[in-house]
């Protein structure tokens, strides 16, 4: 069965991507010689996917990747450019991209001017854009799935693309296409989500939208049960300005398509959604939708099968099954998502040889070598072994973290580190536990480890426990991603930080465990009457833990102010009196008095523009950091 | 000058609004309003304007208190008839709230003294209730450069427009002379809804705030007309005229001038 090759299952990147990498080197020039302001050049900068990072002066380049699906001469481009202005680390996230760190503002343009010869795009990777639209890391091969949605996110991207709304909205929109009803992809929390279905055989999808992890979490809404595959378009646009008009621009913390759909209700938003579809019938699509690709079953192979497996492929967790019983996808498990830059191609070239050079990035930060022959896995299973990391998942849940307060200004926990002495102390007992978890975690509330979505969920925190900082862990349980069914993780607990690894080891060890047992055990590990002076540091760090001050700059001052025994609104009032008296960026911690005062306070000022860093609980009151930026 | 706990408290409910907070109410504390006119208009205005704290609020009316403004000139009560307007709406101001300062006027506003006490001010309200005045009013903020909330009310209808001299329309760009004598009939022959004037100054004092805040969008180059029967309001869009008499380029009126009766002080005639 010889297919053609993968040549239509590309991102073709339109011409105002071209226009807007080669613009942005004028715009970098400009910056470092004084004519453009810092807050001016991040809204040149941001919507280009490129992060500044704690330590000063370096950035994170993120790297869409449609679909999941790169070529093995894409992942060779990406690794040479991390090597050469990078860190020498590829980093996957849990949106299938990309990411190079530790990059030096004036290489910023080297490496999308490289990426773009491999046509590849940061593009729309961060800011208040359409950012990478995802599909089913296995789309196309999973036995499972509906039809391949991968052609369908790819053409998606390519529409979106075009234009400079898409990257001028009120916040990111985030698209994910799922194959099925297993959602693989994410899709039931994602600003807008593609079910696949097929209605009287024709190709279509069941249209979600309004979900999303981070602030005010939800499962997305069913706007549409069915349009048809060409009319994807028409959708995304008419979802994308219903954001685009409704999103609070004035309050950044309430401008997601989420809150939209919070404050008109899911029916008042459908109909507005059914009237804008409309209006873009009417009016037609502007630009040109692209062809969606006929996806070929398996996304292009090179070689013919044999015609006979003289072996049965050994069942391993890190062998997946494909559509085609003559092949298999391997995975690899990165640990903490990173392949260091002369693994990826090492991998890039092993994909040519043994399966159809291409490499799935999945939203579990780790990647897939699909269309392998059966007869070959052992072959490409030994080749393997010759990288510098361990890729097997020798049975252990995979651990998922955010890139947390090491390198992400926002980030309140060390959750990278978290990661590691997690998958160290599971190391240390044999495989067994709930078969195929996940462990995510979030170091702070933005949710980039979409840890609301995990099988179990760490969200960093911090506590005041005699009067000092401790870094803690909220703990969630019970997610559940379906189409139609899906369910956020909930918290069942808070635990200090160093004491997760123990609590997990625990949780793998026992097997199967139900609600009440892993309630009992957060409790059980929640107890210490003695502290450890270890506690007050968080993994890997030899620091007193602060949430806010992991970086390497001078910190001005914490203002301090004690709202204790003030009743609400009075409380709100002298909160935002002195909040007006300290410079602008500037951060004030606030004791609140449980109970209202710590529901209301944080919210009223966070629906005014302030930043909440961090609410914390202390022995008889709470606690609220916040940064000034109004 | 910092907030007190009491003023803390006072102003609470507006220091929870996002465009005010405590900066913006210490603003309204060290602002001044002049509001002429003791009556209709002015009465809701005085009033609000105390309450929100506005630090100065000037008070210019020549009259006193009548049985007849009662039913609408609610700074005013029944044992303060005879009194001094000025005095009477003074007092009820600063029963609302002691923090504020007034300043009274007890004259009537005419072309020698009206340029004086306007430009002592951030910002005036019209609550005369004769045309002379207020096109007095117009013409004196316009030479002083005060921005001024104008309004006008009869029966059942009201009128409402923000000027801001030599930037937006002013009264005379829409209304260039006052009309012939004895055409428009004032309130004593031709009779007013009480609650009429209510609601048009409290607008007018909304007005004053924003301004005075520098928040929202002022109601300039629009004329608002509002009619209590059918409670249509309208913002009718006016513009600058170019030719002006007072605010425009070929301005003929470069000084003040008493146009016909400035009040309806005939003797015996309570309106």
């Not at chain 2, 004053?208 to 309208?234: H, N, P, Q, V, W």
Request: a neutral charge.
């Amino acid at each position: 069965m010889h297919v053609d090759t993968d040549m239509e299952l590309v991102l073709h990147l339109p011409e105002k991507v071209r226009r807007d990498t080669l613009a942005y080197r004028g715009q970098v020039e400009r910056f470092l010689r004084g004519e453009l302001s810092p807050v001016a050049f991040q809204a040149c900068r941001a919507p280009m996917g490129i992060y500044d990072q704690r330590k000063g002066g370096t950035y994170m380049i993120r790297v869409r990747i449609g679909a999941g699906l790169a070529s093995s001469a894409q992942l060779r481009c990406i690794a040479e450019l991390s090597r050469k202005h990078g860190n020498g680390t590829v980093h996957v996230t849990t949106r299938q991209d990309l990411q190079i760190h530790d990059v030096k503002l004036e290489q910023t343009p080297d490496v999308l001017e490289g990426l773009l010869e491999a046509g590849l795009t940061s593009c729309g990777g961060g800011g208040n854009a359409v950012r990478n639209v995802t599909a089913c890391p296995r789309a196309g091969i999973c036995p499972l799935e509906q039809f391949s949605v991968a052609p369908h996110a790819l053409a998606m991207a390519q529409y979106l693309l075009q234009f400079d709304s898409s990257c001028n909205l009120p916040r990111e929109c985030k698209i994910a296409f799922a194959g099925c009803g297993k959602d693989c992809a994410g899709a039931c929390v994602a600003d807008l989500g593609f079910f696949a279905h097929r209605r009287n055989g024709m190709k279509g999808f069941a249209v979600y939208a309004g979900g999303g992890l981070g602030a005010d979490p939800v499962v997305a809404v069913r706007i549409d049960d069915f349009v048809e595959q060409r009319e994807i378009f028409e959708a995304a646009e008419a979802v994308k300005r219903l954001l685009d008009r409704y999103g609070d621009r004035s309050n950044t913390h309430r401008a997601r398509l989420r809150h939209v759909l919070a404050r008109f209700g899911p029916e008042e938003f459908t109909r507005l959604y059914r009237k804008e579809r409309e209006s873009i019938r009417r009016q037609g699509l502007e630009g040109e939708p692209p062809a969606i690709a006929e996806s070929p079953d398996q996304p292009g192979i090179r070689t013919r099968p044999t015609a006979k497996a003289r072996t049965p492929a050994p069942p391993a967790p890190d062998l997946l099954p494909e559509k085609d019983k003559h092949f298999y996808t391997l995975k690899l498990r990165l640990p903490l998502g990173d392949i260091p830059a002369d693994d990826l191609i090492r991998i890039a070239q092993v994909a040519e040889t043994y399966g159809a050079g291409v490499v799935r990035t999945t939203q579990q930060q780790d990647l897939l070598i699909p269309s392998i022959p059966r007869a070959r896995i052992k072959a490409l299973s030994k080749e393997l072994q010759t990288l510098s990391i361990d890729v097997s998942a020798n049975g252990q849940p995979k651990v998922i973290a955010c890139p947390g307060a090491s390198t992400c200004r926002l980030g309140l926990c060390l959750s990278r580190e978290l990661a590691k002495a997690i998958s160290d102390t599971l190391a240390r007992q044999p495989a067994s536990g709930p078969d195929g978890w996940t462990i995510r975690i979030s170091g702070c509330p933005n949710s980039c480890g979409q840890h609301l979505a995990g099988d179990i969920g760490f969200q960093g925190s911090a506590r005041r426990v005699n009067g000092r900082l401790m870094p803690c862990y909220d703990v969630f349980i019970g997610a559940k991603m379906a189409e139609g069914a899906a369910r956020l993780a909930e918290s069942i607990g808070t635990l200090p930080a160093k004491e997760i690894p123990e609590f997990a080891a625990k949780v793998f060890a026992e097997g199967n465990l139900t609600e009440d047992r892993l309630r009992e055990l957060v409790r059980e590990y929640g107890d210490s009457p003695e502290i450890p002076e270890d506690y007050y540091r968080d993994w890997g760090s030899e620091a007193p833990f602060s949430p806010v001050g992991q970086s390497a700059e001078p910190r001005s001052p914490v203002h301090e102010l004690d709202l204790r025994g003030v009743p609400c609104p009075l409380n709100l009032v002298k909160a935002k009196l002195a909040i007006e008296k300290i410079p602008l960026g500037d951060v004030i911690e606030i004791d609140l008095d449980e109970g209202e005062p710590i529901q209301n306070v944080p919210v009223s000022l966070g629906r005014q523009g302030q930043e909440i860093l961090a609410t914390m609980k202390c022995e008889d009151h709470a606690c609220v950091r916040i940064r000034r930026k109004l | 000058m910092p907030l007190s706990e009491q003023q803390i408290e006072r102003y609470s409910r507006h220091i929870i609004l996002r465009d005010i907070g405590g900066a913006g109410q210490e603003k309204l504390l060290a602002s001044k309003v002049l509001i002429l006119g003791a009556g209709g208009l002015g009465s809701p205005a005085a009033l609000y304007l105390a309450a929100a704290g506005v630090g100065t609020i000037g008070l210019v009316d020549g009259d006193e208190v009548d049985i007849t403004n009662l039913h609408r000139q609610i700074v005013h009560h029944t044992a303060d008839i005879g009194r001094r307007k000025v005095d009477s709406a003074k007092e009820r101001m600063l029963a609302i709230n002691p923090d504020v300062t007034v300043q009274t006027y007890d004259i009537w506003a005419c072309a020698d003294n009206i340029r004086e006490i306007v430009r002592q001010y951030d910002f005036v309200i019209d609550g005369a209730d004769n045309f002379a005045a207020k096109f007095l009013i117009n013409d004196a903020c316009y030479f002083e450069k005060v921005p001024f909330s104008h309004a006008g009310i009869l029966q059942f209808e009201g009128q409402l427009m923000t000027v801001i001299p030599g930037q937006t329309a002013c009264y005379r760009c829409v209304f260039r002379l006052p009309p012939p004598v004895g055409s428009a009939p004032p309130c004593g022959q031709a009779g007013v809804l009480g609650v009429l004037p209510g609601v048009v100054g409290s607008l007018q004092a909304t007005e004053a705030i924003k301004y005075l805040l520098g928040i929202g969008e002022l109601l300039t180059d629009s004329l608002l007309t509002y009619s209590a029967l059918t409670m249509e309001f309208r913002k009718v869009p006016v513009e600058r005229s170019s030719d002006c008499p007072v605010c425009g380029p070929k301005a003929t009126i470069t000084a003040l001038k008493d146009e016909g009766r400035v009040t309806c002080n005939k003797k015996g005639c309570k309106c």
